[in-house]
T-cell receptor, first 113, second 107 residues
Framework: DGGITQSPKYLFRKEGQNVTLSCEQNLNHDAMYWYRQDPGQGLRLIYYSQIVNDFQKGDIAEGYSVSREKKESFPLTVTSAQKNPTAFYLC????????????FGPGTRLTVT | GIQVEQSPPDLILQEGANSTLRCNFSDSVNNLQWFHQNPWGQLINLFY???GTKQNGRLSATTVATERYSLLYISSSQTTDSGVYFCAAFGDYKLSFGAGTTVTVRA
């Protein structure tokens, strides 16, 4: 089955630690995205990547980093510089970064205490 | 970026009722999507509808791009329709999301 997987589903970390969230897709999509969702709100774009070895900042990139070494993988690192890291993180992909339909993974809930 | 406003913020329905959710956006868009977020947080694609009308079972959507709004219709609602419905408009390189409409369908 084609789709997007994210792991882990739940993640707990202590303040000051970096943490990496995994996102993998087997849809052969060129573009991948990371979004953050806070309770009662819509999604906000953190980073996106159009092709391998290229990525761009979204609206709230501060305190996050990404890499795109393989077409199917787009991991997100939440660094200790992110002031409010506790949130629900969603990964998405699409054929391209134009007005193509985006599809989402199941998400990772990160709690930092 | 594009501003997206959804209304109403909350909607409580009796099973079997019909409803309309509205999405207004501030500028011309190349793409508009409707999603349903289930209780586990998964975003399910409902419609990709830059313009026109589409139907999928009990759900249908209409986007009037020239007037900058889209409507999602739920007919004969069921308890499984509960959840948060988001619309998202693509423009200025990214997909911008509204704050969502929380739908509760009571048996």
């Amino acid at each position: 089955d084609g789709g997007i997987t994210q792991s882990p589903k739940y993640l707990f970390r202590k303040e000051g630690q970096n943490v990496t969230l995994s996102c993998e897709q087997n849809l052969n999509h060129d573009a991948m995205y990371w979004y953050r969702q806070d309770p009662g709100q819509g999604l906000r774009l953190i980073y996106y990547s159009q092709i391998v070895n290229d990525f761009q900042k979204g609206d709230i990139a501060e305190g996050y980093s990404v890499s795109r070494e393989k077409k199917e993988s787009f991991p997100l690192t939440v660094t200790s510089a992110q002031k409010n890291p506790t949130a629900f993180y969603l990964c998405a992909s699409s054929h391209g970064t134009g007005s193509y339909e985006q599809y989402f993974g199941p998400g990772t809930r990160l709690t930092v205490t | 970026g594009i501003q997206v406003e959804q209304s109403p913020p909350d909607l409580i329905l009796q099973e079997g009722a019909n409803s309309t959710l509205r999405c207004n956006f501030s500028d011309s868009v190349n793409n508009l999507q409707w999603f349903h977020q289930n209780p586990w947080g998964q975003l399910i694609n409902l419609f990709y509808i830059p313009s026109g009308t589409k139907q999928n079972g009990r759900l249908s959507a209409t986007t009037v791009a020239t007037e900058r709004y889209s409507l999602l219709y739920i007919s004969s609602s069921q308890t499984t329709d509960s959840g948060v419905y988001f619309c998202a408009a693509f423009g200025d390189y990214k997909l911008s999301f509204g704050a969502g409409t929380t739908v509760t369908v009571r048996a």
